[in-house]
């Protein structure tokens, strides 16, 4: 048996919809090995999220709803899945490349001696599985081949599709049979609460930089998003001045995106942005700098004041939607 | 209190990668190296856990002789010694995992503070999987970090929102952006530097095997995106997002 085993993850009860594209990675390695996808939930009041991960083509859910999962720790979550891997006979186990996957698969990897590729965009068969993925913040892309029995990978979820939507397979609940740990506690969880789409799954972002000079100037950025129903989003430089949360980053230390439109708003492009955001559809820059680095990798630019130009393309795209 | 860091020497971030026409690497001449960014930040917090606590850090760098350099930065900044341990074998963060594991079960630290991903091979792995081979608790992309009654309070930069987690030391601690502002060494710092321990060992002296788990076929540039366009208002503007690129 070479299964693959899939970490699903959760908020709020709700499925997180970047499980979904790391499902479609899983079939796409299964078919290379000849296995079969489990997707795993770990926490406590997870039925809706179980329900839900169920109708996207996996083998089998296992869920485990315990008091002890109800605070993600990657020392409580590690034990639950090498233990879930070993039973489902899976010999890759993958997460979303999300702050979550990241902190936990490698602490996962080292107990399961499994070798683990960071970010992968492409699983492919050749002499065996074969992994490509991006490093040097998006200007190299490596094929790599894992050498250990058991693998871990972390999926960006920008480059696949979510699976289609069919018949529930089985559920079963899953006896982690794992202590709550004497050494790490979660204390809290600050969201930034949002009614706009997030942005790893928005089809439209609308990001700012520091040229925008002050927290309150993103205004501009939060109605022009909020025209076109997208999310917002920032340089490093504008959460390094406070002007947005650090949740709203994008780059290669932030976030992915890879919407159909993205807007760079005032963002000059260092290639530690370009790295999150190179992989969208269409690109538009707003700039008054023309030498500015963003303009080489945009579709359209517009060499202009932003104060100027963003609250006429919102007023403008109000009449035209 | 004993805290111990690492640094890698990597390419300048703002330079130009350029891959060698038979993909097998990438052009290292004419390259200048650096400090990983990130593990400035650990440089930089671990001193502070000095300043603040007492004790001693110990700076570790696994990567070629030319790391003295970068481990002579950290000592410049505050560092107390430096360990190398010396190898140009191409390393996964398995590798460097494991060998820093042994290196920590050597110097027993209290706490270990390291950059959360190295800007070069950006995998965000090597502080998770040390702390997975030691068996200690962790907290990834610490934005603030608080130490006090064998305790860390750590604010941890996550999808969402942001995150406290306490961890009983001894414990692996990573750094993300906004945990502090690292601080230039002074000349001062530079002349003392120079006369402070850095041991060197090899990845044979500490018994590991850095044979890697992931082996590297190919190396590739990515695709280019076409040139674009400039366009002259706001309502060409939306013309092309409307007719051409049917995105709106």
Redesign the interface.
């Known amino acids: 048996m070479a299964n693959v085993l899939v970490v699903a993850e959760h908020?709020d009860g709700k499925l997180r919809k970047v499980t979904l594209p790391t499902i479609t990675f899983a079939q796409q390695a299964a078919a290379v090995t000849g296995g079969q996808v489990y997707v795993l939930v770990l926490g406590s009041g997870v039925d809706a999220a179980v329900e839900e991960v169920s109708r996207y083509g996996a083998a089998k859910v296992l869920y485990a709803n315990s008091p002890v999962f109800s605070d993600y720790?990657?020392?409580t979550y590690?034990p639950a899945i090498v233990k879930a891997a070993r039973e489902t006979g899976s010999t890759l186990v993958c997460t979303p490349s999300?702050?979550?996957g990241?902190?936990?698969?490698?602490?996962?990897?080292?107990?399961l001696d499994?070798?683990?590729?960071?970010?992968a965009i492409e699983v492919f068969e050749s002499d065996g599985l074969?992994f490509r993925r991006?490093?040097?913040?998006?200007?190299?892309?490596?094929?790599?081949?894992?050498?250990?029995p058991n693998k871990a990978v972390t999926v960006r979820t920008t480059d696949f599709d979510a699976p289609a939507e069919g018949a529930a397979c089985p559920v079963e609940s899953f006896d982690a049979g794992v202590a709550p740990?004497?050494?790490?506690?979660?204390?809290?969880?600050?969201?930034?609460k949002s009614e706009r789409p997030e942005l790893?799954d928005a089809n439209?972002v609308v990001a700012g930089g520091r040229g925008l000079k002050s927290g309150e100037n993103f205004q501009m950025i939060m109605d022009l998003a909020d025209v076109?129903g997208g999310a917002v989003g920032a340089s490093?430089a504008a959460?390094?001045s406070g002007y947005a949360?650090?949740?709203w980053q994008i780059g290669?230390?932030g976030?992915v995106v890879a919407p159909?439109?993205y807007f760079a708003v005032a963002i000059s492009g260092a290639?530690?942005h370009l790295a999150g955001m190179?992989g969208s559809?269409?690109?538009?820059a707003i700039n008054t700098n023309?030498e500015a680095p963003i303009?080489?990798?945009?579709?359209?630019?517009?060499?202009a004041d932003a104060f100027q130009?963003v609250p006429?393309?919102t007023q403008?795209?109000k009449q035209?939607? | 209190m004993k805290i111990l860091t690492t640094v890698k020497r990597v390419t300048d971030p703002d330079m130009k990668v350029k891959i060698k026409p038979d993909q097998s690497g990438i052009i290292t001449d004419g390259v200048e190296y650096r400090m990983n960014s990130f593990d400035e930040y650990g440089v930089e917090e671990a001193i502070r856990l000095k300043e603040l606590h007492g004790g001693e850090v110990i700076v570790v760098s696994v990567g070629p002789a030319e790391a003295t350099k970068e481990i002579r930065t950290a000592l410049a900044m505050g560092a107390d010694r430096g360990i190398l341990v010396e190898t140009n074998a191409e390393l996964d963060s398995d590798a460097v995992a494991r060998v820093l594991a042994e290196v920590v079960r050597r110097e027993t630290p209290d706490i270990i503070v390291i950059g959360k991903q190295a800007v070069d091979s950006d995998r965000n792995q090597t502080g998770q999987l040390l702390a997975s081979y030691l068996d200690l608790p962790q907290a990834t992309f610490a934005y603030s970090l608080e130490v006090a009654d064998g305790w860390a309070v750590v604010g941890r930069e996550v999808d969402g929102g942001t995150s406290t987690k306490r961890v009983k030391l001894p414990a692996i601690i990573t750094a993300d952006l906004r945990l502090n502002e690292p601080r230039y060494a002074s000349l001062p710092g530079i002349m003392k530097a120079k006369r402070k321990p850095l041991d060197t060992l090899t990845p044979a002296d500490l018994g590991v095997d850095i044979a890697p788990k992931v082996r590297v076929l190919r190396y590739e540039a990515p695709e280019e995106r076409a040139a674009g366009e400039i366009v002259g208002s706001v309502d060409e503007l939306i013309d092309r997002l409307r007719n051409k690129a049917k995105v709106i």
Do not use: C
């Not at chain 1, 990241?102 to 107990?111: E, G, H, I, Q, S």
């Not at chain 1, 991006?134 to 250990?148: D, F, I, K, R, S």
């Open positions: 908020l720790l990657a020392e590690t999300s702050t979550t990241k902190d936990l698969l490698p602490r996962v990897a080292a107990k499994a070798g683990m590729v960071s970010d074969k991006p490093l040097w913040a998006g200007n190299v892309v490596t094929t790599v081949h894992v050498t250990t740990t004497d050494t790490a506690q979660f204390v809290s969880f600050e969201q930034v790893t439209v076109l490093r959460v390094d949360p650090n949740d290669q230390t976030k159909n439109l290639i530690q190179k559809q269409t690109i538009v023309p303009f080489q990798v945009a579709d359209y630019g517009l060499v130009v006429e393309l403008k795209l035209v939607l």
